[in-house]
């Protein structure tokens, strides 16, 4: 299987509830990102973690990380119908200490927010 | 909005075609890359430039052929192609390939069809 793979593939949410997506992989990592996509469109940025980190926030955002287990997850609070979207995970292998500048996806959740 | 821009958007052409995907970053970074993404496999990483140097070829088959010519400018010279070709390219830019933050900044990608 794919180092990181998101859970679910598909998540249909009202507006105002929140999204929890999960996120799995196999090798060690220098830090871990997620990244939304519009349809059609590129990836933008949301939130990177690194190894030593087991959380972190970004406005409606939180995301944690758990080593041991080898997966991630993204929280977004609130939710609105702008935050549909697919949503990818990926990892950054660990180079010692650095990074490879090699970034592996997963298959993504897509995640609609009805109004 | 990103800082990555990509010409053009879309593109149809034939299997014996010659045509040139371009993309631009103004964001100073010295690392860049050219990604494929196909209906439902995860990003794949094409290749990576650092610093103007060819640093990884994910076995990209050679009907695809990239050129840097600065920092600023990455190409995806296409040749010969074939109809599993069709997908979006998407380039990306990161301030420094083995940084421990590899943030990647995505250009809006180019629709690639092959008939």
């Known amino acids: 299987s794919q180092q990181g793979e998101e859970d679910p593939q598909a998540l249909s949410i009202q507006e105002g509830e929140n999204a929890t997506m999960n996120c799995s992989y196999k090798?060690?990592?220098?830090?871990l990102q997620w990244y939304r996509q519009n349809s059609g469109r590129g990836l933008v940025h949301l939130i990177l973690i690194r190894s030593n980190e087991r959380e972190k926030h970004s406005g409606r955002l939180r995301v944690t990380l758990d080593t041991s287990k080898k997966s991630s997850s993204l929280l977004i609070t609130a939710s609105r119908a702008a935050d549909t979207a697919s949503y990818f995970c990926a990892t950054d292998a660990d180079a010692g200490g650095t990074s490879y500048g090699k970034l592996t996806f997963g298959q993504g959740t897509i995640l609609t927010v009805h109004p | 909005e990103t800082g990555v821009t990509q010409t053009p958007r879309h593109l149809v052409m034939g299997m014996t075609n010659k045509k040139s995907l371009k993309c631009e970053q103004h964001?100073?970074?010295?690392?860049m890359y050219w990604y494929k993404q196909s209906a439902k496999k995860p990003l794949e990483l094409m290749f990576v430039y650092s610093l103007e140097e060819r640093v990884e070829n994910n076995s990209v088959p050679s009907r695809f052929s990239p050129e840097c010519p600065n920092s600023s400018h990455l190409f995806l010279h296409l040749h010969t192609l074939q109809p599993e070709d069709s997908a979006l390219y998407l380039c990306?830019?990161?301030?420094?390939?083995?940084?421990?933050?590899?943030?990647?900044?995505f250009g809006p990608g180019t629709r690639l069809t092959v008939l």
């Open positions: 990306a830019s990161s301030q420094d390939r083995s940084s421990s933050y590899n943030e990647q900044f």
């Open positions: 090798t060690s990592i220098n830090n």
């Open positions: 964001l100073g970074h010295n690392a």
